[in-house]
């Protein structure tokens, strides 16, 4: 920030400049539009459907199977429907909800067909909570935007039925131990769930932020799984069928597995996402001032609450307890803020996430050494953020060396 005023002005000097300044605002050119004096002409009435200033354009990143959240443009913990991350394997498909049906069998009393109207007809019930791919880290360059270390994951309140409801309508089998997810998509996504999941916090959800669900997040209606691996909250959902053990598709076998230490052993079924945090400001390409800041960022585990976020200015030497922001849901992102006075010296900034089960993110060695140097899910390592002398912030690529 720079000062109004520097130095000793006289009265008629500060009025003068300040006309001078109104005037230039006046005359410049915003967004490639003639400025204009707004309390002089109305502005747009009421529409159908209102839409982002022209001088905000945030945007996902995306690739030929996934589309990146833009951590670092966003405040708050709830995430636009329009730039939730998307994953699929297979495109999305275009389903006309007036056809769409799910289906419930196997070990059940009462196989079922239910249309979306059908499902709205059941008790409603919306939280707030995170998504996450479980191949959700790129260690990058050092070029690299928040959106591209950790952007496939974000929040929405989502909105349907509880899965234990429907289960009970049609009669669950108390001896049904797992339960197969299938997918309408062209990949027919398929996965295999544990049913303690069903009856804890799983639901059928039919819409995000109050909205129907976006195409790309699964409408008309997906499994959702909170504090899960993406994959497992199966979008496009059509067919639920219980069992005694799992189905052990393509998606639990050759993928969502991890090969431990030398291969011998392979990590399967690891489906709750770890805690973790990442620095979104100051955070690259941030050019940085001398003077105060405040050091933003989000943590969330799959395992409950946030309990503390711990930040780092010096490279890790020492840690400062940071504030988190009011409400602090369980399986949720939450947002934590520190003030930080930085010098101008070359530094190194950091977070690491404490949840409430007494779990601590871990380094990137730490983790390693606990998985071995094959694994590709579920990374969640410390990350950070080099400040150099003249301001310039970089990601702490090497950090994440091999």
């Not at 909800?97 to 919306?126: C, K, N």
Request: include cysteine; glycine fraction near 8%.
């Amino acid at each position: 920030m720079k000062p109004l005023l520097s130095g000793r002005l006289t009265r008629r000097e500060v009025l003068t400049g300040a006309a001078g300044a109104v005037s230039a605002v006046a005359a410049a050119p915003v967004a490639g539009q003639e400025a204009l004096d707004t309390t002089r002409r109305p502005g747009r009435g009421p529409n159908e459907r209102d839409q982002r200033s022209p001088f905000v354009d945030p945007r996902r990143d995306p690739s030929l199977t996934s589309s990146r959240t833009p951590l670092q443009d966003l405040s708050g913990t709830v995430t636009p429907a329009d730039l939730h991350f998307e994953r699929h394997h297979a495109g999305v498909p275009e389903i006309d909800p007036d056809r769409y049906e799910l289906l419930i069998h196997g070990m059940v009393e009462r196989p079922t067909i239910f249309s979306l109207a059908e499902l709205r007809r059941f008790p409603a019930t919306s939280r707030i909570c995170f998504l996450e791919c479980s191949g959700n880290l790129r260690r990058g360059t050092p070029e690299t935007l928040p959106q591209m270390v950790c952007g496939l994951t974000s929040q929405t309140e989502w909105t349907g039925v509880k899965l234990s409801t429907l289960l009970n309508e049609v009669g669950a089998n108390r001896d049904a131990t797992w339960f197969l997810a299938e997918g309408q998509d062209a990949a027919v996504m398929t996965r295999s769930i544990p049913m303690f999941k069903a009856f804890d916090d799983a639901m059928i959800a039919y819409a995000q932020n109050g909205d129907a669900l976006m195409p790309g997040n699964g409408f008309p209606a997906r499994l959702l799984l909170p504090g899960w691996e993406g994959n497992a909250s199966v979008k496009w959902l059509r067919r639920i069928e219980l069992a005694g053990q799992p189905f052990m598709t393509r998606e639990e076998t050759s993928k969502y597995t991890d090969p431990l230490g030398d291969g011998s052993s392979v990590r399967q079924f690891s489906f709750v996402m770890d805690a973790r945090s990442i620095i979104t400001d100051p955070a690259y390409p941030r050019v940085i001032e001398r003077g105060w800041h405040e050091i933003r960022g989000l943590a969330w585990s799959g395992r409950g609450r946030i309990t503390q976020v711990e930040v780092s200015t010096d490279g890790g030497v020492t840690w400062q307890a940071a504030e988190l922001q009011a409400p602090v849901l369980p399986k949720a992102h939450v947002r934590f803020r520190t003030p930080w006075n930085w010098t101008g010296a070359a530094t190194e900034i950091l977070s690491r996430a404490t949840d409430e089960t007494g779990y601590v993110q871990p380094t990137w060695e730490v983790l390693r050494a606990a998985r071995g140097p094959r694994t590709r899910y579920h990374q969640n390592p410390i990350t950070s953020w080099t400040i150099g002398e003249d301001g310039r912030v970089l990601f702490g690529a090497d950090r994440l060396r091999s």
